[in-house]
């Protein structure tokens, strides 16, 4: 029996994946929320490598075939990255240290995305990439796990694997956190089919649709271990660039706020590690529902591999 601590996207993609190679697994729950609830969702690595390292673009790609074989509701509609005029070097800048993109006009722009036609007169278009809904997703995947027998919150027993994000710098010390804060807002008077991502200095953001004219604005990446509810600095920066996107959103219901701690090691690469008799899936940063497929199936394959025979001389 297998033992996965942790319910968000890195444990329910570790149960799925060691499932799915026929191993016997149950869940785990600890205390605490996960960052996965609060997750943009973006299933982006060309985008990603304008900060990222080449790694994450390498295992991200398959991300949205993974999902979207498991899941409903993979948008496979690509992302929009714009700037305004006055942030022209932040487009170019996102350009070269990026792949997978098409240059666009603003008749392009507004050929994608009608709502912004005028506002922009550049912009970067990432054809394939996607998006999902986390809470969605996580949700069809327990489901599915359900469904297969699998059982959940139980007590832990067997071999451990631990996926329980920043809650394990307990076992793992080199983990840092790195506070991520949300709005959940509904515009009905503004239509978006996929991400947008606000090029800015100061507070770049991502604007991502979730249906029914609700949109997740996202992220901040501050350096700290406070969990507590999102600042007013962080609402007023990420409104003030939702409203560069277009000012209708000055209009918008804000449903929800969010604040969390993502898991990061020093160089921001996620691991699938054994330490201490147990196995660790951590480290994921901003990139969880990008990466933690890939390395749910490292686990996986380390977990099934049959010793070679011992032969006597």
Not at 8 to 19: I, R
Not at 144 to 153: E, I, P, Q, S, Y
Request: charged residues 20%; contains cysteine.
């Amino acid at each position: 029996m297998i033992t996965v601590l942790g319910m968000g996207g890195a444990g329910l993609c570790a149960a799925t994946a060691l499932t799915e190679a026929g191993l016997a697994v149950q869940l785990a729950a600890p205390q605490g929320p996960s960052a996965s609830h609060l997750a943009g969702g973006m299933l982006a690595p060309f985008c990603e490598a304008e900060a990222a390292p080449a790694l994450v673009t390498t295992l991200g790609r398959g991300a949205a075939g993974w999902w979207e074989a498991r899941v409903p509701g993979v948008h496979r509609c690509g992302t929009l990255v714009i700037a305004p005029p006055r942030d022209g070097t932040e487009l170019r800048r996102f350009a070269s240290r990026s792949t997978g993109h098409q240059a666009l006009d603003g008749t392009g722009i507004t050929a994608l995305e009608p709502a912004l036609a005028g506002r922009f007169s550049r912009g970067l278009f990432f054809a394939d990439e996607a998006h999902l809904d986390p809470r969605a997703a996580l949700a069809a995947l327990a489901a599915t796990l359900r469904a297969k027998g699998v059982a959940f919150d139980r007590t832990a027993q067997g071999q451990i694997v631990d996926c329980r994000g920043i809650a394990a710098r307990d076992r793992l010390p080199a983990l840092r956190a790195v506070r991520g804060e949300m709005l959940l807002l509904r515009c009905p008077d503004l239509t978006l089919s996929r991400p947008i991502r606000l090029l800015h200095p100061r507070f770049p953001c991502y604007l991502v649709p979730r249906g029914k004219n609700t949109f997740m604005l996202g992220a901040t990446m501050v350096e700290s271990d406070h969990a507590g509810p999102i600042t007013a600095r962080s609402t007023m920066e990420l409104l003030s660039a939702a409203f560069a996107i277009h000012p209708t959103l000055a209009e918008a219901e804000i449903i929800e706020t969010g604040a969390g701690l993502r898991p990061a090691y020093a160089d921001n690469i996620p691991t699938v590690q054994h330490d201490a008799g147990r196995w660790h899936l951590n480290g994921l940063y901003r990139h969880g529902f990008l990466l933690a497929p890939a390395l749910a199936q490292q686990l996986a394959a380390r977990l099934t591999i049959i010793p070679e025979p011992i032969h006597a001389d």
